[in-house]
């Protein structure tokens, strides 16, 4: 049976970093849902000015995490700050947490894993300017292009997507991991 993956974003969101994720666990076999607290359409931030609009699957109020195998979230600095704050986006993002189940984060990303208190202990990467954020929430951040830590992937920016994809698609295939549970 095929691997079915959540991508959480909203309105901001990097495209590259919901486009190239997509399309990689696509060819791999993988069915990957589109979830925001948006319905219809979101639309993406292509580095400088907004981007395409990107079709919502599943609006998070009617999304079910525990039907997912994995979770990714793309950066963008809009995207990740206006979801961190939602609470039930925290609680979805728990449950891949607590259920062990892989998580990819890429960019600015990793803000919403602070405010959904799963990055403390953990060894991750990030957008740089976010070290500091990581740093008092108790993770340890490093300066890699992608650094996976039990089934949590995460990379630094649009450069990182192949060595991301790559590793997502690799850590999805594996399924749970018992060091991700929260």
Known sequence: MAKRIAILAT???E???????????ENAGM???????????????????????IQVDVPLDQAKAEQYDGLVL??????????????????????FFEAG?????????????????????RRLTSYHTLQTDLKNAGATWVDEEV?????LV?????????AFNAKLVEEFR???HEGQRA
Request: hydrophobic share 30%; charged share 25%; glycine share 12%.
């Open 11 to 13: 309105n901001g969101f």
């Open 15 to 25: 495209q590259v970093e919901l486009t190239e994720p997509k399309k990689a666990l």
């Open 31 to 53: 069915q990957v849902d589109v979830i925001s607290p948006e319905s219809g359409t979101i639309r993406g931030w292509d580095h400088t000015d907004w981007g395409d609009t």
């Open 74 to 95: 793309p950066g963008g600095v809009m995207n990740p700050d206006h979801l961190r704050r939602e609470e039930s986006v925290q609680q979805f993002v728990r449950h």
């Open 101 to 121: 189940k892989p998580v990819g984060a890429i960019c600015h990303a990793p803000w919403t894993l602070i405010d959904a208190g799963v990055v403390k202990g």
């Open 147 to 151: 650094v996976v830590d039990n089934g």
């Open 154 to 162: 995460t990379s630094r920016n649009p450069d990182d997507l192949p």
């Open 174 to 176: 594996e399924g749970v």
